[in-house]
């Protein structure tokens, strides 16, 4: 079953507590599988894709209106846009990196938003849908970190310097270099960029998990007995979550082009 | 039914690989937001970004230097206003002194010509009493001629005076006179 068949099953609203031959319909890896809404080419084009259009497509409008004719004396939304934009520039690109940061505050803003606003989307009403939580998204990214990690830390200090800097870390006796030198090796290399794509994924793919299970419960514990009060705590803990979703979202967007940041500052280190 | 369903769907979906159309779909969104950002939106911002910096420092600047003017202006002020006090304590006391000064002057004025009448006013008497004593002997002696040309009988008052016997004898008087007056003082 999918997750749009799901829906349906839900909105037909057949199936209560204690009705004879109603399980709970736990939510699961279905909630995160899509029909195509059409096919192109023998590729289906599912909710997930339209939903990260229109997150680019959030990000560009609200980009545009604010800052494609700005002023000296800003308006209100060019005064938000101001705002975000300072917020990711100095707070995340330039407190990590410095002064050389300066070339890559495009690149960290345009993926913090887009990151961002692909997490709203789990509370957006008829989106529903967290785009991170499938993982070619995160993913798709984080190789763009990967590869720009790679390529200034190769770019900066030679094949060999690059290694260095990538496996030989400083002020270490040499006996532990043995253990160190491959772990840091396999660390650097192969796990950053895993754990980078994961992590955004598994948050918003939990987060969402959560938020769905307390929903269909709300909506499945409903009956004109005590399963009404199983109902209203249930509907609590979404929208408790739900608000807690919000702070996650913002915060898994912050953290992953935080940690581009960090990756970046470590790549144009001076050798040591 | 509903559990058969989420295990068949399950099978064959992995949630953690990456499916290619999924990847390509979110770079490409991915490239047009930091495309239409990274060369338009955000260099145009920076640049306004960097005119208010300029004109915020710019305006500062200028704030400074109104400041500074004003500083000086206050400074010019005082320095005028103390030196025209002190000119008019100047003139005060300058005036004082030549009040006092002619003060002094018209006194001395006054004092001298005071003097002076008083002086001709002496002069005057003096002269007078010459006059009158002149007049005064001249009546004596030919009074004194006449009683004693009676006494005598005969005139002597051609002699009398040409032997100025007469003249001898007033001269006398006054001595006594001059005399007894400084006794009396």
Redesign the interface.
């Known amino acids: 079953?999918?997750a749009d068949?799901l829906t349906q099953h839900l909105a037909s609203g057949s199936c209560h507590l204690f009705d004879a031959g109603c399980?709970f319909?736990a939510p699961?890896?279905?909630e995160?599988?899509f029909n195509p809404i059409f096919t192109v080419a023998g590729?289906?084009f599912n909710k997930?894709?339209l939903l990260?259009?229109v997150?680019?497509l959030l990000?560009?409008v609200f980009?545009?209106v604010?800052?494609?004719k700005?002023?000296?004396l800003p308006g209100k939304l060019?005064l938000v846009?101001?705002i975000g934009?300072d917020f990711v520039k100095r707070s995340i690109v330039l407190d990590t990196i410095g002064k050389k940061g300066e070339k890559y505050?495009?690149?960290i803003?345009?993926?913090f938003?887009?990151v961002w606003i692909m997490n709203i989307m789990s509370v957006i009403p008829f989106a529903q849908f967290p785009?991170t939580a499938?993982?070619?998204?995160p993913?798709?990214?984080a190789g763009?970190v990967w590869i720009t990690y790679m390529t200034l830390t190769f770019k900066k200090h030679g094949f060999v310097g690059g290694l260095k800097n990538l496996c030989w870390p400083s002020g270490i006796p040499g006996w532990v270099m043995f253990i160190l030198v491959p772990i840091e090796f396999f660390s650097n290399i192969f796990v950053r960029p895993f754990t980078l794509a994961?992590r955004a994924?598994a948050n918003m793919?939990a987060g969402h998990l959560l938020i769905v299970m307390f929903s269909i419960a709300s909506w499945y514990l409903l009956s004109p007995s005590i399963g009404a009060l199983y109902a209203s705590t249930s509907f609590a803990v979404t929208l408790g979550l739900t608000a807690f979703e919000l702070l996650v979202q913002f915060l898994q967007a912050y953290i992953f082009v935080m940690l581009a940041s960090s990756y970046i500052a470590g790549a144009l280190e001076e050798a040591h | 039914m509903l559990l058969t369903h989420i295990a068949a769907a399950s099978e064959d979906f992995n949630p953690l690989i990456p499916k290619t159309p999924e990847l390509i779909i979110g770079l490409i969104c991915f490239f047009v937001v930091f495309g239409l950002l990274g060369k338009k939106l955000l260099p145009s911002i920076e640049k306004v970004l960097a005119e208010r910096r300029d004109q915020i420092e710019g305006g500062m600047e200028r704030a400074e230097a109104a400041q500074a003017e004003a500083q000086a202006l206050l400074e010019q002020y005082r320095a005028e206003l103390s030196e025209a006090r002190h000119e008019a304590a100047r003139i005060t006391e300058h005036s004082r002194e030549q009040g006092a000064a002619l003060i002094v002057e018209m006194r001395e004025e006054g004092q001298r010509q005071r003097e002076a009448i008083v002086a001709a006013g002496h002069a005057q008497i003096e002269a007078d009493k010459k006059q009158a004593t002149a007049a005064l002997r001249q009546d004596v002696g030919s009074l004194a001629s006449q009683l004693a040309s009676r006494i005598v009988g005969e005139s002597l008052e051609d002699s009398a005076r040409q032997s100025g016997v007469i003249d001898r004898f007033l001269d006398d008087l006054e001595a006594k006179a001059a005399v007894a007056q400084g006794a009396s003082k």
């Open positions: 079953m999918s068949q399980g319909p699961g890896l279905n995160f599988q590729v289906g997930p894709m990260s259009m997150a680019a990000v560009i980009f545009w604010a800052f494609a700005p002023k000296v060019q846009g101001e934009y505050v495009p690149m803003v345009s993926m938003f887009f785009v499938v993982i070619a998204y993913a798709g990214l763009l994961v994924f793919f």
